[in-house]
């Protein structure tokens, strides 16, 4: 079975701290896809990143980075010197295939909220 | 232009009623999906068509009933609301040919039953 696992329900750190958002996944799947999406207050939700099971290298983008590692099955983002503007709740998320369309099917861990205090 | 979008983006109606939501995608996408988050953020997914037609229907009371006119566009219409049905319904929409490609969502639709 499919699963991703977000331990940190909460977090709140200070302006400018690092701050690393856990994400554990479970799949029997050789191919599979993860992701990271951002769920500001106002609601929508924003794509951050994907990142396949065949690349584990670690990925930078700005304040924000990502670190993928089979070996531990998780993949966790960390956001440098943190804004009041990450503030947000984070989803982590793993792709399975499904039927002969290979539809997507998505499934999300249970979320992270972040806030991030002046 | 907005990529995915849905509407109404706030419905607030009474217990047994029906009502619909619409979602259209301009992306060109052959995949689209309805997704609902609860009072507690958990996201799940409810159903996906490919090119009009269901590939994925999770468990799903059967007074939800998704309708796919065309690839672009994939409305959801829900009968004899419930109290429980109030949540945020997200739209969403891929292209599908390799496993796990990106899922771009709409801005949500907020359901409230009351």
């Known amino acids: 079975a499919q699963k991703v696992t977000q331990a940190q329900t909460e977090i709140s750190v200070v302006e400018k701290e690092d701050v690393t958002l856990d994400c554990v996944y479970e799949?029997?799947?050789?191919?599979?896809?993860l992701f990271w999406y951002k769920q500001p207050p106002s609601g929508e939700l924003v794509f951050l990143i994907r990142r396949n099971s065949f690349d584990e290298q670690n990925e930078i983008s700005g304040r924000y980075s990502w670190n993928f590692q089979k070996s531990t099955s998780s993949f966790n983002f960390t956001i440098t010197a943190s804004q009041v503007v990450d503030s947000a709740v984070y989803f982590c998320a793993l792709s399975e295939a499904f039927g002969y369309s290979s539809a997507s099917k998505i499934i999300f861990g249970s979320g992270t909220r972040l806030s991030i205090r002046p | 232009d907005t990529a995915v979008s849905q509407t109404p983006k706030y419905l607030v109606t009474q217990m047994g009623n029906d009502k619909s939501i619409k979602c259209e995608q301009n992306l060109g996408h052959d995949t689209m999906y309805w997704y609902k988050q609860d009072s507690k953020k958990f996201l799940k997914i409810m159903f996906s068509?490919?090119?009009?037609?269901?590939?994925i229907n999770e468990t799903v009371p059967n007074r939800f009933s998704p309708k796919s006119p065309d690839k672009a566009h994939l409305n959801l219409h829900i009968n004899s609301l419930e109290l429980g049905d109030s949540a945020v319904y997200f739209c969403?929409?891929?292209?599908?040919?390799?496993?796990?490609?990106?899922?771009?969502f709409g801005e949500g639709s907020w359901l409230t039953v009351v």
């Open positions: 799949t029997r799947d050789t191919t599979y896809y």
């Open positions: 068509y490919n090119n009009k037609e269901l590939i």
């Open positions: 969403a929409s891929s292209q599908e040919g390799l496993s796990g490609n990106t899922i771009y």
